[in-house]
């Protein structure tokens, strides 16, 4: 079990460069979650996905497309990518997003946007 | 106020020494709360979940006081390996999973 995978593991961008960002989990989880994390500050979401079809903001999801391609896979996408976006990018995936179920993250992508 | 504060740490103990990390939260609707573990320029990894009744898992102890809105972790006989940042987490039926900015340990031989 690869559990949660993403690609790529790091990313230099000029500002106004797009790119997608890739998550793939294996665990038949339904719930999936885009996080970005920034010094000294907690995971912020960005986009979650509750099932398979469904997409949703979450705390700070201007500059941000997703896409839940299947079950399996959800991407973000940057359209035009600025230096704020600048950050370590996480997804993750649950069983669901009810209580009492616990988030498993993929390793990460460091993105630097110049 | 942010949803879910921590200590601001870092917390610098050695080897052997008892630490206590605290965590706050506003909503009153919270149902779940865990604590999770990150090691530098790693992932976040499920520590433990905490349940009311509060629970122990070897060297860790979690502990839940929801009429005070507050969740403690203590770490016995602390380890070089616990040095990470400790992330405190809670979570709402039907909502999403919100992170404190965590706390950082770090255990000196």
């Known amino acids: 079990n690869a559990g949660v995978t993403q690609t790529p593991k790091f990313q230099v961008l000029k500002t106004g460069q797009s790119m997608t960002l890739q998550c793939a989990q294996d665990?038949?989880?339904?719930?999936m979650y885009w996080y970005r994390q920034d010094p000294g500050m907690g995971l912020r979401l960005i986009y979650y996905s509750a099932s398979e079809g469904t997409t949703d903001k979450g705390e700070v999801p201007n500059g941000y497309n997703v896409s839940r391609l299947n079950k399996r896979e959800f991407s973000l996408r940057l359209e035009s990518a600025a230096p704020s976006q600048t950050s370590v990018y996480f997804c993750?995936?649950?069983?669901?997003?009810?209580?009492?179920?616990?988030?498993?993250f993929g390793p990460g992508t460091r993105l630097t946007v110049l | 106020r942010k949803e879910v504060e921590q200590d601001p740490g870092p917390f610098n103990v050695p080897e052997g020494a008892t630490v206590a990390f605290n965590c706050t939260y506003s909503?009153?609707?919270?149902?779940?709360f865990f604590w999770y573990r990150q090691d530098c320029r790693k992932e976040p990894k499920l520590l433990m979940s905490?349940?009311?009744s509060g629970n122990e898992d070897g060297r860790f102890t979690a502990q839940l006081n929801r009429a005070s809105q507050y969740i403690s972790l203590l770490i016995r006989d602390s380890k070089l390996s616990d040095s990470a940042t400790y992330l405190c987490?809670?979570?709402?039926?039907?909502?999403?999973?919100?992170f404190g900015p965590g706390t950082r340990l770090s255990v000196l031989p």
């Open positions: 905490v349940y009311s």
């Open positions: 993750a995936s649950s069983t669901t997003g009810a209580a009492g179920n616990t988030q498993y």
């Open positions: 987490v809670v979570n709402r039926e039907g909502q999403n999973f919100v």
């Open positions: 665990m038949n989880h339904n719930s």
């Open positions: 909503n009153s609707a919270s149902q779940s």
